[in-house]
Nanobody, 122 residues
Framework: QVRLVESGGGLVQAGGSLSLSCAASGRTYSTYVMGWFRQAPGKEREFVAAITWGASRYYADSVKGRFTISKDNAKNTVYLLMNSLKPEDTAVYYC????????????????RGQGTQVTVSS
C-alpha cells in the first residue's frame, strides 16, 4: 500500500512559478515509478511527468522545458517545479505511484493522491 499526499497548489499569474510536493508512505515507494497527472474541467486526465527508481525523467510535450520533476528518497517526497506557467496549465494535479512506467505515461496508476488545484490566471 502506498499513500500519497500532495501540497503546494494555488493561484499564480501567467509566467509565474509553483512547486508541488508529494509525500509518499509505504514500503514499496522506492521501487515505484512516481508521476504527476493533471485533469482540467471537462477534459480527461493526462500525464505530466514521471521519475523512475533510477531517476530517469519523462515529460509530456506540453510541459517539457518548463516543468521539472525530482525526488528526495530520504524524505519519501516527489516534487514538481513548474515555471513559465500558462493558463492552459490550470488543472487539478495528482501525484501517482505505479510499478510500470508504461501505465504512468498513459496517466494510469495503482495509487493516486487526492489532488491539488493549480490555477493560472491570464
Amino acid at each position: 500500500q502506498v499513500r500519497l499526499v500532495e501540497s503546494g497548489g494555488g493561484l499564480v499569474q501567467a509566467g509565474g512559478s509553483l512547486s508541488l510536493s508529494c509525500a509518499a508512505s509505504g514500503r514499496t515507494y522506492s521501487t515505484y515509478v512516481m508521476g504527476w497527472f493533471r485533469q482540467a474541467p471537462g477534459k480527461e486526465r493526462e500525464f505530466v511527468a514521471a521519475i523512475t527508481w533510477g531517476a530517469s525523467r519523462y515529460y509530456a510535450d506540453s510541459v517539457k522545458g518548463r516543468f521539472t520533476i525530482s525526488k528526495d528518497n530520504a524524505k519519501n517526497t516527489v516534487y514538481l517545479l513548474m515555471n513559465s506557467l500558462k493558463p492552459e496549465d490550470t488543472a487539478v494535479y495528482y501525484c501517482a505511484a505505479e510499478p510500470r512506467l508504461d501505465r504512468v505515461l498513459a496517466a494510469q496508476a495503482d495509487y493516486r493522491g487526492q489532488g491539488t488545484q493549480v490555477t493560472v490566471s491570464s
